[in-house]
């Protein structure tokens, strides 16, 4: 990899449903003077219905072939910022093609700070709606396999304030940029 590559690179964010991938990833494209782009409102867009209409009328299966073009389609671009739906990662193309292009970049939340906020996504997240409790604990703990094999940086979220996260993350990309420079 060259040295301006890594600087130029998509960062993608990962991480289980309301760990905070749009709001960080929102903060951390202002910081970085970037293009954000959520895949879930692109989706949106593209079927103009909420989410849980998508599910409800067209289907899971539709909105992950949607989900998968979109993000394969934006990753031959350079310097997004991604935050991608919270299932995206359950799909291999959809893995290899965000390793190979972009940072990926791991939000990790534990399930005792991410289970307060379950009443405030449950409504607009179809795959968290008629489960119980147990069931929603074993999903969280399923993708967090998925997720924490399969990213190039991590950063613990539980309980902290949304800007200075965004503003550890930012700190964090770019003293890996400046090592990668000075190499
Ligand atoms: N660190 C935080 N502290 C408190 N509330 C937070 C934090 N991060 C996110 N939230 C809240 O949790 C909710 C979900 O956040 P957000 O939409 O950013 O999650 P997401 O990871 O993008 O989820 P999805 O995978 O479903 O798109 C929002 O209402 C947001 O305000
Ligand atoms: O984790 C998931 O499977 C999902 C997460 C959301 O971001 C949306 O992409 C959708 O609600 C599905
Ligand atoms: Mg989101």
């Not at 534990?110 to 409790?133: C, E, F, H, Y």
């Amino acid at each position: 990899m060259s040295n301006s590559s890594l600087r130029e690179k998509n960062i993608v964010f990962i991480g289980f449903m309301g760990a905070g991938k749009t709001t960080v990833g929102k903060l951390v494209a202002k910081k970085l003077y970037r293009d954000f782009i959520d895949i879930d409102e692109e989706i949106e867009k593209e079927y103009n219905m909420p989410i849980p209409k998508i599910f409800a009328e067209i289907g899971e299966k539709a909105f992950r072939e949607k989900e998968k073009e979109l993000i394969q389609n934006l990753c031959d671009y350079k310097l997004k910022i991604i935050s991608v739906g919270g299932g995206a990662f359950l799909q291999e193309e959809i893995r290899r093609v965000c390793l190979s292009s972009s940072i990926v970049f791991y939000l990790d939340i534990t399930w005792d700070a991410w289970k307060g906020r379950l009443s405030s996504i449950i409504d607009s997240r179809p795959v968290l709606q008629g489960k119980s409790m147990e069931e929603i604990e074993a999903l969280f703990y399923k993708r967090k396999e998925i997720y924490k094999n399969n990213y190039h940086s991590t950063i613990e979220i539980s309980n902290q304030n949304m800007d200075e996260l965004a503003e550890s993350i930012v700190q964090t990309l770019k003293l890996s940029w400046e090592l990668h420079e000075t190499k």
